[in-house]
């Protein structure tokens, strides 16, 4: 069946350091990918999606490219904010046939000043 | 303002007294899902529905139950909650193949 499999965390990092959370998917198809971000408090966000292959999704300078060879959706950022520190879902479900929205466990990000 | 509306937002109850957790969205979304998020767990679906009078179990759907008998409504019942049903619970919609909205999440706690 469809699986996620994020890096496990906390991830600790000081402001402006580069940050990389890693994620994996097992699909059958070809999946839309997501990431999620949940602020303290706070339901689930959407941060950025991909549709396709080599699709990359960015929003708040956060990006992730969709890597089907190796079934990979990593999520970067260049320089980190303290207002980063939240927790971090990455997500996929198939585009056709609406199949449920499955998530990785979570990592959570703290960025320190 | 494009939402989805869960309530209540807190709730403490005592085992075996029935609840209901209401979620509303308005934005014609075809697909509504119930999750409930626990520490070291993640994210884990309990029922979902594809469209009006369509429901199906997630992967932890014991306990719970649901109904769609509208298209903007999606409630969760716990028929007679149990201390293991202490959780964070989320809503969600989404159109048929896009991204969720999600809720603001209901914290109940059965004791």
């Known amino acids: 069946g469809n699986s996620v499999t994020q890096m496990e965390g906390p991830v600790t990092l000081s402001e402006e350091a580069f940050l990389t959370i890693n994620c994996t998917y097992t699909?059958?198809?070809?999946?839309?990918l997501f990431w999620y971000v949940q602020y303290p408090g706070e339901g689930l966000q959407l941060l950025l999606k991909?549709?396709?292959?080599?699709d990359k999704g960015s929003n708040k300078g956060f990006e992730a490219t969709y890597r089907k060879e190796t079934t990979s959706f990593h999520l970067e950022k260049g320089s980190v904010q303290v207002s980063d520190s939240a927790v971090y879902f990455c997500?996929?479900?198939?585009?056709?046939?609406?199949?449920?929205?499955?998530f990785g466990k979570g990592t959570r990000l703290s960025v320190i000043a | 303002e494009a939402q989805v509306t869960q309530n209540p937002r807190y709730l403490i109850t005592v085992t075996g007294k029935k609840l209901t957790v209401t979620c509303s969205q308005n934005?014609?979304?075809?697909?509504m899902s119930w999750y409930r998020q626990d520490p070291g767990l993640g994210l884990r679906q309990i029922y979902y529905?594809?469209?009006?009078?369509?429901?199906d179990k997630g992967d932890v759907p014991e306990g719970y139950k649901v109904s769609r008998k509208e298209k903007r409504n999606f409630p969760l019942i716990l028929e007679s909650p149990s201390p293991n049903q202490t959780s964070l619970y989320f809503c969600?919609?989404?159109?048929?193949?896009?991204?969720?909205?999600f809720g603001s999440g209901t914290r109940l706690t059965v004791v």
């Open positions: 934005m014609n979304h075809e697909y």
């Open positions: 969600a919609s989404s159109p048929t193949g896009g991204g969720y909205t």
């Open positions: 529905s594809m469209n009006v009078e369509v429901t």
């Open positions: 997500a996929l479900n198939r585009v056709s046939g609406n199949t449920p929205l499955v």
């Open positions: 991909a549709t396709k292959a080599d």
């Open positions: 699909a059958t198809g070809y999946p839309s």
